[in-house]
């Protein structure tokens, strides 16, 4: 996490220097609508939108077969990640007995 060192201005900048004093910086913006027009109105006050699969649009059958696809491709992927972990294991296993018949050899 990168982290903002900031000094102090101003007429005290001195004093704020020397009692340690947190820097504080703050921006406000607002975005002012007198007179919005109709439709951007409607849009404002119609509520939450409609997920994608509903309205028909990049969803639907076609959005439902990608993402089928996609989960198809994650369990495969799954279980190749565990069959090397099986693999890792099965290494850490023998090195573990190695290390045992060495280390009762050396007593």
Do not use: C, W
């Not at 910086?25 to 997920?51: D, H, K, M, R």
């Amino acid at each position: 996490m990168a982290s903002l060192k900031m000094h102090p201005y101003g007429p005290d900048a001195e004093g704020q220097r020397e009692r340690r004093e947190e820097i504080i910086s703050q921006n406000y913006e607002e975005v002012l609508l007198n007179v919005p027009v109709e439709a951007f109105y409607n849009i404002l006050t119609s509520g939450p939108p409609v997920p994608t699969s509903e309205t028909g649009g990049k969803g639907g059958e076609e959005g439902r077969g990608k993402e089928v696809e996609e989960v198809d491709r994650l369990r495969e992927a799954t279980k190749e990640v565990d069959k090397l972990m099986e693999k890792e294991r099965e290494k850490l296993t023998e090195k573990e007995k190695e290390m045992e018949v060495d280390g009762k050899g050396e007593k």
